[in-house]
Nanobody
């Protein structure tokens, strides 16, 4: 049973920073693709960033230069460092891990006030 547990969300003012963490209980982590998604109220879930094979990263255009995805394979943890946050970044952030299928965390709320 794969479990992903996110933490680090909260309320922050525009221009502030947050660091999300996602701990995975999975046997094989280092070769899995990991990602962060978010879902704003009334909108579809969207990909924020992903990391393939612990090296290649991809970001949605709106977060490039502000967000950084990283991982610690020894700790089986994925991070999302979010800087210069704006109200448009508000939403529930989900961690996802893809190996034989895609597994999802329960989500952590990020609220950015203007």
């Amino acid at each position: 049973q794969v479990q992903l547990v996110e933490s680090g969300g909260g309320l922050v003012q525009a221009g502030g920073s947050l660091r999300l963490s996602c701990v995975a209980s999975v046997r094989i982590f280092s070769h899995a693709t990991v990602a962060w998604y978010r879902q704003a109220p009334g909108k579809q879930r969207e990909l924020v960033a992903n990391m393939i094979n612990s090296s290649r990263t991809n970001y949605r255009d709106s977060v490039k230069g502000r967000f950084t995805i990283s991982r610690d394979n020894a700790k089986k943890t994925v991070y999302l460092q979010m800087n210069n946050l704006t109200p448009d970044d508000t939403g529930v952030y989900y961690c996802a891990l893809t190996w034989d299928r895609t597994y999802w965390g329960q989500g952590t709320q990020v609220t950015v006030s203007s």
